[in-house]
Each structure stands twice: as structure tokens, then as C-alpha cells.
Nanobody
Framework: QVQLVESEGGLVQAGGSLELSCVVS????????LAWFRQAPGREREFVAA????????YYSDSVRGRFTISRDNSKSTTYLRMTALKPEDTAVYYC????????????????????WGQGTQVTVSS
């Protein structure tokens, strides 16, 4: 099975930046669609960003578009989430996720689309 390991998150000031990484093993990353989700206390896990393998296309939730950037480095078997202009509402546990399945329209942002998940890493943005 696919294993995903996120880097350590951190504590940053509002307006600051932080980059998360997720190392993939167990399956070649080139065949995987990758995504980042986050979950704040008392809230549902929500989609943040995704990047496909087929077209190398990136997708973002409305809440992070323009501030976050997802990327992948297949040579390092790693996906990244670069977060800038961070807001306190970005505080959450961030999870990387993967699927080898083709993602149909409207399903990129669904938690049910992904079958492999990292353990999560805490990102805290102070105000």
C-alpha cells in the first residue's frame, strides 16, 4: 500500500509562510493524484489543494486559492504545499492524500476520492 508521511508543521504568525511536504512510498508517485486536506477542531475535513499526474493540473479550494501552491517533485517522491499570507483560520491539522484512480470531474475535492492518507501535521497561525 501507499505510505504518506508529512513533514512537521509549525507555528507561524498571521501573514507568514510555511511549506509542508509529504513523502510518498509504496507506489511510484508518477501514477498518483495527490492532494492536501485540512481539519480544524470541531470541523469537517476540507479540501485544500490537489495536483494530478495525468495532466499535472493543480486545483485549489476557494479559501486558499491565490495563497497556497501545491507542487510535486517526482524525483523525490514528494508533494509540497506552500502556504503564504497565512491567516488564523488556516490553523488545522493538514493531511496529504493520494489515489491511483482517475479522478472524475467534481470529485477532486471529495475526501472519499482518496484512499491513502498521511498521519497529519499541525499548522497553527497566530493572530
Amino acid at each position: 500500500q501507499v505510505q504518506l508521511v508529512e513533514s512537521e508543521g509549525g507555528l507561524v504568525q498571521a501573514g507568514g509562510s510555511l511549506e509542508l511536504s509529504c513523502v510518498v512510498s509504496g507506489r511510484t508517485i508518477r501514477t498518483l493524484n495527490l492532494a492536501w486536506f485540512r481539519q480544524a477542531p470541531g470541523r469537517e475535513r476540507e479540501f485544500v489543494a490537489a495536483i494530478t499526474w495525468s495532466a499535472n493540473s493543480a486545483y485549489y479550494s476557494d479559501s486558499v486559492r491565490g495563497r497556497f501552491t501545491i507542487s510535486r517533485d517526482n524525483s523525490k517522491s514528494t508533494t509540497y504545499l506552500r502556504m503564504t499570507a497565512l491567516k488564523p483560520e488556516d490553523t488545522a491539522v493538514y493531511y496529504c492524500a493520494a489515489t491511483g484512480d482517475v479522478i472524475l470531474g467534481g470529485r477532486m475535492s471529495s475526501v472519499r476520492t482518496y484512499d491513502s492518507w498521511g498521519q497529519g501535521t499541525q499548522v497553527t497561525v497566530s493572530s
